[in-house]
């Protein structure tokens, strides 16, 4: 069983998601959520050394967070539905998959930094 995280948005102190996982080896970097036929708001998954998903046999819409090497946002991408080929951002070296909340307006900008604890 994976250990989960609780995702926050340092720059201003909420807590975004508290049922985050690193995705650690080949095979939670490939499959991530693809195998979950629902994906609540508040749980994710911290894909590094990454700058592109699909969404291709998805079940549940995602948002997308893509960040930089300092996890700072660069791109965000909400309710992205399922059998998208690529949803990618140039310079990012981070992806966050959370299951897709756009009722609750996250309070993430461009800018800011995410962190695991």
């Known amino acids: 069983m994976m250990k989960s995280f609780v995702l926050r948005n340092a720059t201003n102190g909420k807590v975004l998601a508290t049922r985050v996982n690193r995705a650690t080896n080949p095979w939670t970097r490939g499959v991530g959520l693809l ?20 969404t291709v046999g998805m079940r ?6 893509f960040l930089d090497k300092e996890d700072r946002v660069l791109k965000i991408a909400s309710a992205v539905p399922a059998n998208r080929l690529a949803v990618t951002c140039r310079g990012a070296a981070t992806v966050v998959e959370l ?19």
């Open 99 to 117: 299951g897709a909340a756009p009722e609750l307006g996250r309070d993430v900008l461009v800018g800011d930094r995410l962190s695991l604890e």
């Open 35 to 54: 195998p979950r036929a629902q994906v609540a708001s508040d749980e994710g998954l911290w894909i590094a050394r990454c700058n592109a998903v699909h």
């Open 60 to 65: 549940a819409k995602i948002d997308l967070f």
